[in-house]
T-cell receptor
Framework: GNSVTQMEGPVTLSEEAFLTINCTYTATGYPSLFWYVQYPGEGLQLLLKATKADDKGSNKGFEATYRKETTSFHLEKGSVQVSDSAVYFCALPLYNQGGKLIFGQGTELSVKP | DTEVTQTPKHLVMGMTNKKSLKCEQHMGHRAMYWYKQKAKKPPELMFVYSYEKLSINESVPSRFSPECPNSSLLNLHLHALQPEDSALYLC????????????FGQGTRLTVV
């Protein structure tokens, strides 16, 4: 079946540290892959996306590469800021189920000054 | 404009009340979604509307009744809810059923007393 596995949190980092949040997926075919971010008390915002193998999505200093051979889409940022504190969700859409998004469990990131 | 607008932001209702959640988008998207999110969990799909017709109902109890009056609006009618229905209700839209990314609203924080 289709699934997304995400590293568990919470993750606590100091400002300017390097961030990696692991995400692996199981899917039929080659769906698009997304990272969403949820700031406290808010809805989800699309952070970045990749639509095919070897695509690199990037936004606001975050990057993720769609790796077909390892079925992974790990999120990275070279230097985190306090304002990056949020919950991050990896997700894939199921085209044969109306575009239903399958989410990972979410990783809570806390960045300390 | 990549905005999905949800009202109200907060709602407290008794178990015998009837209330409605509203969602609006003006991006010309033809797929709209309701998700439910409990604390510290990823969103879970409730309903999918495609071209204003209900295409997916994830076995949601009948006390939740969705409605899509036109291509820009999506409502969720609530009646006789239970305290365990308290959650963040998120509306989302996408160009066409998962072939492109979904954009989420800020959500309605519902408390059932």
């Amino acid at each position: 079946g289709n699934s997304v596995t995400q590293m568990e949190g919470p993750v606590t980092l100091s400002e300017e540290a390097f961030l990696t949040i692991n995400c692996t997926y199981t899917a039929t075919g080659y769906p698009s892959l997304f990272w969403y971010v949820q700031y406290p008390g808010e809805g989800l915002q699309l952070l970045l996306k990749a639509t095919k193998a070897d695509d690199k999505g990037s936004n606001k200093g975050f990057e993720a590469t769609y790796r077909k051979e390892t079925t992974s889409f790990h999120l990275e940022k070279g230097s985190v800021q306090v304002s990056d504190s949020a919950v991050y969700f990896c997700a894939l859409p199921l085209y044969n189920q109306g575009g239903k998004l399958i989410f990972g469990q979410g990783t809570e990131l806390s960045v300390k000054p | 404009d990549t905005e999905v607008t949800q009202t109200p932001k907060h709602l407290v209702m008794g178990m015998t009340n009837k209330k409605s959640l509203k969602c609006e988008q003006h991006m010309g998207h033809r797929a709209m979604y309701w998700y439910k999110q409990k604390a510290k969990k990823p969103p879970e799909l409730m309903f999918v509307y495609s071209y204003e017709k209900l295409s997916i109902n994830e076995s949601v109890p009948s006390r939740f009744s969705p409605e899509c009056p036109n291509s820009s609006l999506l409502n969720l009618h609530l009646h006789a809810l239970q305290p365990e229905d308290s959650a963040l209700y998120l509306c989302a839209s996408s160009q066409d059923r998962g072939y492109t990314e979904a954009f989420f609203g800020q959500g309605t924080r519902l408390t059932v007393v």
